[in-house]
Structures are given as C-alpha cells and as structure tokens.
C-alpha cells in the first residue's frame, strides 16, 4: 500500500519527510478506518502481573468504548492489549519490526495470527526483513503517529515504549501513564514521564478515552446543534 491508496492512514503523514513510503498490509484494508478512532497501548514487554492487568482492563474498557487499541505485538503490555481488544470484538492493530510474514516473537505466534484474521498486521518493511533493535526504534513511530493518543502502562527507566512516548510527544499527540507503586521499578519509567515530559496522568478507561476524545468535545457539537435548531 502507497499514500495514493484510498485505505491509506493519513495520521502518518503527520511524520512528514519520516512518513513510511509504503506500507505492508496483513487484514482487511477497509479496518484502516478504525485509525481514525483509536489508542496506542504500549509498555514494558517484561511486565508485571499489576501492568498486564491494567492493560487487559484498559483495552476492554476502551474496546467497550469503541476505540480501536494499537500496539507492537511484544510480549507483555503489548500482548496483554491486543489479547483483550479481540476478547472484546474491537479491531486491534499490531505495528511490526519486520515483515508481515515474520511474526515475532515466536510466542506470540497464535495472537499475531488472530490479530491478522480480525485485525491488521503492519509493516513499513517488506516481506521477509528480520526484526532488529534498531528496527523497533523505527516501528515506534508509526505507533505514536496511526493513533488519537498513546497512552504508556508500565515502563522501567529504559524500556523501549519511552520511545514511542517520545514520538507521541514530539507530534503534539495527547499523551497519557499510568502510574505505579513507588516502589517498582517496573513504573519508574511511566513516572518520570509525567514528572519531566508533561505526561497525564490516567488510572481509567475513561481517563484514557479522555485523551483522545477532550471532555466537552461532544457535548461543544451538542450545543451548536442546539443553537441552531432554536434559531430556526
């Protein structure tokens, strides 16, 4: 897929000269649209039980709310949400290092190839390229760049989804953490993002959707609509 395609997310043009040239597609094009309404759910990929818990809560949640979720397709945080939005019947969206055809990690064969089935698998590199560390750095910003807002679970002082929180910010996309117990490092990351990088605070689905969707946002077109039935 080219940025000429109808299908194409144009959310990533907002990467400009860094927009990805073209696009491999695993799924049913016509789900690109669930893009325009979605959340990128992102952390550690060695989590705890507290981050695959609220990851699993808050991709249901938002799932409920009808958002699409979008993630690496990693273990941990990533995994956890993917699992949870096709536990719900929501699109899921699963950004990869590689190829479309070379699902990785290997343990998380049976959910790539789920999310393929209902959702989409995506690529900027064609198929057959092995996944690399630098390759994952890359990744990163499509995720920030295809979704409303990217909302961070649970992140150690160097885990990989600072990145894409860096990416989000850099955008001027809304950007969320969760916070942890004080005491774990496992949170240290999310932490420090709402201390240093300016990074909301959210504990809920609704706080979450909140991101993408500022309060008032519906009822603004509520009104106006109001106002202008009562001038007629």
């Not at 395609?5 to 990467?15: E, G, I, K, R, V």
């Not at 893009?35 to 705890?48: D, F, K, N, P, T």
């Not at 699963?94 to 959702?119: C, E, I, K, M, S």
Request: aromatic share 4%.
């Amino acid at each position: 897929m080219t940025p000429e395609h109808p299908a194409w997310p144009t959310a990533l043009d907002s990467l400009e000269l860094g927009a990805p040239l073209t696009l491999w597609v695993r799924g049913d094009p016509a789900r690109l649209a669930s893009l325009e309404r979605s959340i990128a759910l992102v952390g550690a990929r060695a989590a705890s039980g507290y981050g695959e818990h609220v990851a699993l809560e808050s991709a249901a949640g938002l799932s409920d709310r009808g958002f699409a979720i979008v993630s690496g397709g990693a273990y941990g945080v990533d995994a956890a949400a993917h699992r949870a939005a096709l536990s719900s019947g929501q699109v899921t969206v699963a950004f990869l290092a590689g190829g479309v055809d070379r699902l990785y990690p290997a343990g998380n064969d049976d959910l790539l190839q789920r999310v393929a089935r209902t959702g989409l698998l995506m690529a900027e590199l064609p198929p057959g390229s092995t996944p690399t560390r630098w390759r994952f750095l890359m990744r990163n910003r499509l995720i920030a760049a295809a979704s409303n807002a990217t909302v961070v679970v649970e992140a150690g002082a160097r885990s990989g989804s600072l990145n894409t929180a860096g990416h989000a910010a850099q955008l001027g996309r809304p950007l969320g953490a969760v916070p942890g117990p004080i005491t774990s490092p496992a949170s240290a990351g999310c932490h420090r993002l709402i201390r240093e990088y300016g990074a909301i605070c959210v504990t809920s689905p609704d706080e979450m959707a909140e991101l993408a969707e500022p309060l008032g946002e519906h009822l603004g077109a509520g009104e106006s609509q109001a106002k202008t039935r009562g001038d007629r």
